[in-house]
């Protein structure tokens, strides 16, 4: 275990089905980061958040909606999802200090296949 | 806009050789650059993280270098094991921003 725990693993989902992946961090960090990784591309920055307030929102398309209630824990709630949404979810933590950019914890993903 | 490529894309290679992953980035403003594992269908494994004002990091039969200057690091990988198959990936960082390269996928065969 990396420190950082994303449920569940593994998700299947149709079209117009509406589920949350989660992602729970134990080292105490402030920030928190979704990635999403498709095949054969980069990983791909989505959401930051910062103590708990979201810093970034990389272009994300709004079926896709980030919710970080407290700095240990964060949601992505999905609906209406497409084919091409299929890919590896990771979430990450890191303890930010303005001017410094600070080791990357990922957990292991949730694996998502959109019918 | 940074861009960071990965070279080779892929490698294969006999147990007990030396390694070297290539890893270049176009924007020298970095705070730091990581490398990480990650083994098929798996999340990332950090293993070592440079610093922008470091020039190398160890760790066990693992060595990373970085330039900043020219936008280079390379991680050295010393008598590669089968357990060392992966695909390794070398991020830059802009303060919270991590960017990716596209990785290389290392075959180590007995």
């Known amino acids: 275990e990396t420190g950082v725990t994303q449920t569940p693993r593994h998700l299947v989902m149709g079209m117009t089905n509406k589920k949350s992946l989660k992602c729970e961090q134990h080292?105490?960090?402030?920030?928190m980061y979704w990635y999403k990784q498709s095949a054969k591309k980069p990983l791909e920055l989505m959401f930051v958040?910062?103590?708990?307030?979201?810093?970034e929102n990389n272009s994300v398309p709004s079926r896709f909606s980030p919710e970080c209630p407290n700095s240990s824990h964060l949601f992505l709630h999905l609906h209406t999802l497409q084919p091409e949404d299929s890919a590896l979810y990771l979430c990450?933590?890191?303890?930010?200090?303005?001017?410094?950019?600070?080791?990357?914890?990922f957990g292991a993903g949730t694996r998502l296949s959109v019918l | 806009k940074q861009e960071v490529t990965q070279i080779p894309a892929a490698l294969s290679v006999p147990e007990g050789e030396n390694l070297v992953l290539n890893c270049s980035f176009t924007?020298?403003?970095?705070?730091?650059l990581q490398w990480f594992r990650q083994d098929p269908g798996k999340g990332l494994t950090s293993l070592l993280l440079?610093?922008?004002?470091?020039r190398e990091q160890t760790s066990g039969r693992l060595n990373a270098s970085l330039d900043k200057s020219s936008g280079r690091s390379t991680l050295y990988i010393a008598a590669s094991q089968p357990g060392d198959s992966a695909t390794y990936l070398c991020?830059?960082?802009?303060?919270?921003?991590?960017?990716f390269g596209a990785g290389t996928r290392l075959a180590v065969h007995p």
């Open positions: 990450a933590s890191s303890q930010d200090r303005p001017g410094t950019g600070m080791e990357k914890y």
């Open positions: 080292l105490g960090h402030n920030a």
């Open positions: 958040y910062n103590f708990k307030e979201q810093t």
């Open positions: 924007d020298s403003a970095i705070y730091n």
């Open positions: 440079i610093q922008s004002s470091q």
């Open positions: 991020a830059v960082s802009a303060f919270n921003k991590l960017i």
